[in-house]
């Protein structure tokens, strides 16, 4: 499998900023489409993010403008950059990688281990 391995989650205030990394033992680029999920207290995990291989973004509506996503090919890293963070934001992250597989849809599916993210009122 394919190695993602996450770090920069932590406590901070709201309206603060953090930026969360995405080790990949592959090339971005090598997968179809990267992205950040959250998963919070009583909620089911949501897609926050995803950039495909040719660069384009997308966000959920609730982070559009306070979260970036991009990518850096020389260091094989998937970042999240966010600001203005919210209580709201709170929430274990992840970070995904996936790849279509066959002309049906499937695809594969590569995981980090989640990171912490917790914003304080």
């Known amino acids: 499998q394919v190695q993602l391995v996450e770090s920069g989650g932590g406590l901070v205030q709201a309206g603060g900023s953090l930026r969360l990394s995405c080790a990949a033992s592959?090339?971005?680029?090598?997968?179809?489409?990267m992205g950040w999920y959250r998963q919070a207290p009583g909620k089911q995990r949501e897609l926050v993010a995803s950039?495909?291989?040719?660069?384009?973004?997308n966000y959920v509506d609730s982070v559009k403008g306070r979260f970036t996503i991009f990518r850096d090919n020389a260091k094989n890293t998937l970042y999240l950059q966010m600001s203005g963070l919210k209580p709201e934001d709170t929430a274990v992250y992840y970070c995904?990688?996936?790849?279509?597989?066959?002309?049906?849809?499937?695809?594969?599916?590569?995981w980090g281990q989640g990171t912490q993210v917790t914003v304080s009122s």
């Open positions: 592959r090339s971005v680029f090598w997968f179809d489409a």
């Open positions: 950039v495909t291989s040719d660069g384009t973004t």
């Open positions: 995904n990688g996936w790849k279509i597989v066959n002309v049906e849809g499937a695809k594969a599916d590569y």
